[in-house]
């Protein structure tokens, strides 16, 4: 097992930050830990890159104890905070060299691994660290993560903050990592990049609702999804709400995403309810859950 | 050793990047000894003052003229008459008015005695102070010029003698102080904000998770600025020696000595207070005022420390400047060497090794 957690819990006050967490991640994986902010996932990043002490259970990365052999573990593994940590003063160049230094290699001895990324960003290797975009702060912070040739990378929402297509030649890189055989744990509130990883954990106010492939959780959705359009949103969300056989609804993009409570959901039925409270050019489709409809169930 | 060094390399593009912190540590020390060495000063010097002499006659003139051959004092204006006095007082130009009583000389020769009243205002107390014990003195020398011939019966004459610094030049007394102020300051404020910003910014987080160990980042973080503050004390001193005329009596290799293990002891202090702020301002505030004030007021370089009252005589013991300023001024204006300032030494040594072990000991492995 790269990563192995075993009824982690980490309390700070009286604030439960993360209960009785337990998964495995294996080598090679690319692992998501997916939910909402202040779900626990920075915490358990931190229990994992040995920054912090979990209150309960054990903790394993790349088979070395986080408490009794956290040195080990810093050796060995690449760690991205969820704030951009690296330092504003200091030149792209600079940043690099340094990091480099400080896990005794060399910006050529590994300039393979971080070669496809760095070249995106050479173009500004004299500019200070500080004045790039979010896009390519994200993009140097990976450099740096990486420099050191880590085992095991964690990254911590490293697409919160970073433009749509930027986001989508992160995850590009993530997947050409895993390919030279980096186990890595991402973690991210946007549910469109889960289907990305190969396993996923869905996790909200320090619990674990369910871990599978993004493909078999979307399976286990148990209701039928309807996209339902209409001209007036507002109005649409509304009458929804006061509808007696609503199970679910929230809005999706240009859409609601709805469920009906009964098995027998006739969608005829629907659009003359919402035809009679006055809403017009009404849309009613069936749909694939996505694992945001999976996590909104499981999160209720 | 290599890591060592790019950690190194790093702090000081830090330093040379951030004109705010490259100007309080070359700026200051530069404006402070300036400041306290020409502006502020116990001196008096061409003092004016405003005579009212009732009797205008010939020993009234000669104490006149020596008061105003001196260089303390300057005759601003002669008064006419009593009422005079609190006017002129009032417009503040004015330090002090001498008032000599009617028949001052007849008096004298008659009756052995005569009056003159010395008025200062004493809105500052110090000058008011210093004013009249310089009057006093002079008419204490005329005097004894009148009576050179006849010889008393009797007569204690104080012979007084200032050592170390004879004609009281204030600059001797705040150059040690502010030496240490500033050693003090750059050291301890300038490390703890530096650590702190890294906790503030985050990298620490990065730098913690690294195989660098705790004290490679500590040291790595003080190293630079054991360098940049003895530059400061070289500029300190040398500024001293050159403008103000300081003498150094004793070794300067002793005092540099000193000053290397006071800087210690500071950026000791500097990162035990980066152990107890999260952020960058706690960590200035806690300096300026944990750090600042004590070194101001107990150290011993404005207030004498015999005349504060015990508790906090007790008090400025632990204070590590006081014993630096000690041996400053041991080491400046008395020349002498370690046979005199070793229980010193030993003191200052004693509380950086303390505050070395205690920020070791408190230093975070991780976040919490």
């Given at each position: ?83 951009f940590s690296l330092y504003q003063d200091l030149t792209v160049e600079e940043n690099l060299t340094f990091f ?24 500004f290797k004299k500019r200070r660290a500080g004045k790039l975009?979010?896009?390519?702060k994200?993009?140097l912070a990976?450099?740096c ?156 | ?6 950690f190194?390399k790093k702090e000081f593009y830090h330093i040379f990047r951030d004109k705010r912190s490259l100007f ?166 300038m490390?703890?904000i530096s650590?702190?910003r890294e906790?503030e910014l985050g990298t620490?987080?990065i ?14 973080k003080?190293?630079p ?55 960058q ?88």
């Amino acid at each position: 097992m790269s990563i192995n957690l075993e009824h982690i819990s980490k309390s700070y006050g009286k604030v439960e930050a993360v209960k009785n967490i337990s998964f495995k991640v294996n080598p090679g994986e690319l692992f998501g830990l997916i939910g909402p902010d202040g779900a626990g996932k920075t915490t358990l990043f931190r229990i994992l890159t040995t920054l912090l002490i979990a209150d309960e259970g054990k903790a394993n990365v790349t088979g070395f104890d986080v408490v009794k052999d956290y040195k080990n573990i810093r050796k060995s593994v690449g760690y991205m905070p969820g704030k951009f940590s690296l330092y504003q003063d200091l030149t792209v160049e600079e940043n690099l060299t340094f990091f480099a230094t400080i896990f005794g290699t060399t910006i050529e001895e590994n300039y393979e691994l971080i070669k496809e990324i760095y070249v995106q960003i050479e173009p500004f290797k004299k500019r200070r660290a500080g004045k790039l975009s979010g896009g390519m702060k994200q993009k140097l912070a990976l450099c740096c993560a990486l420099i050191h040739k880590p085992k095991v990378l964690f990254l911590d929402e490293p697409t919160t903050g970073v433009d749509p297509v930027s986001r989508k030649e992160f995850w590009e890189m993530l997947k050409r990592l895993q390919q030279k055989g980096i186990t890595i744990l991402v973690s991210t509130p946007y549910m469109d990049e889960a289907a990305l990883c190969d396993r996923i954990a869905l996790i909200q106010d320090g619990e674990i609702l369910e871990i599978d492939t993004p493909a078999n959780i979307v399976k286990h959705f148990p209701k039928t999804i309807y996209n339902i359009g209409s001209k007036d949103m507002y109005e649409l969300l509304q009458k929804l709400k006061e509808f007696e056989h609503t199970y679910s609804m929230y809005p999706f993009g240009e859409f609601v995403h709805y469920t009906d409570k009964r098995d027998n959901f006739n969608p005829t039925e629907l659009r003359q309810y919402l035809e009679k409270n006055g809403l017009q050019n009404i849309t009613i489709e069936k749909t694939k859950a996505t694992i945001e409809d999976t996590f909104m169930e499981l999160a209720k | 050793m290599k890591r060592f060094i790019g950690f190194i390399k790093k702090e000081f593009y830090h330093i040379f990047r951030d004109k705010r912190s490259l100007f309080i540590l070359f700026g200051m020390p530069i404006a402070q000894i300036l400041l306290f060495g020409f502006a502020i000063t116990n001196e008096i010097n061409n003092v004016d003052i405003a005579i009212l002499d009732h009797s205008k006659d010939v020993t009234t003139k000669e104490i006149i003229h020596k008061i105003s051959a001196s260089n303390y004092f300057s005759i601003h204006q002669f008064l006419e008459k009593e009422s005079d006095i609190e006017s002129v007082f009032k417009k503040g130009k004015v330090k002090a008015v001498l008032n000599f009583e009617k028949d001052f000389s007849k008096n004298l020769i008659k009756e052995n005695h005569s009056t003159i009243q010395v008025i200062t205002d004493a809105t500052d107390p110090n000058t008011a102070n210093t004013i009249s014990n310089y009057v006093n003195a002079i008419l204490q020398s005329y005097l004894k010029e009148q009576n050179k011939n006849s010889t008393m019966a009797y007569q204690i004459r104080p012979q007084t003698r200032m050592v170390y610094n004879p004609e009281l030049k204030s600059v001797y007394m705040f150059v040690p102080g502010v030496m240490t102020i500033i050693l003090m300051l750059v050291s301890a404020m300038m490390t703890s904000i530096s650590i702190t910003r890294e906790k503030e910014l985050g990298t620490m987080e990065i730098l913690l998770v690294s195989p660098l160990k705790p004290f490679q980042v500590i040291i790595g973080k003080v190293f630079p600025y054991i360098f940049l503050s003895i530059i400061n004390a070289i500029v300190i001193i040398v500024l001293s020696i050159f403008i103000f005329k300081m003498p150094v009596q004793g070794s300067l290799f002793l005092l540099g000595i000193e000053s290397v293990i006071f800087i210690i002891t500071s950026l000791a202090l500097g990162i035990l207070i980066s152990t107890i702020s999260a952020t960058q301002q706690t960590a200035m505030m806690i300096s300026l005022m944990g750090l600042m004030l004590p070194v101001i007021l107990l150290s011993g370089f404005i207030f004498p420390v015999s005349s504060m009252p015990v508790p906090l005589q007790v008090i400025s013991n632990v204070i590590p400047a006081k014993w630096f300023i000690i041996i400053v001024k041991g080491i400046m204006l008395k020349g002498v060497g370690l046979q005199f300032l070793w229980k010193e030494t030993l003191i200052l040594l004693g509380m950086t090794v303390f505050f070395i072990g205690l920020s070791i000991k408190k230093y975070k492995i991780r976040l919490e």
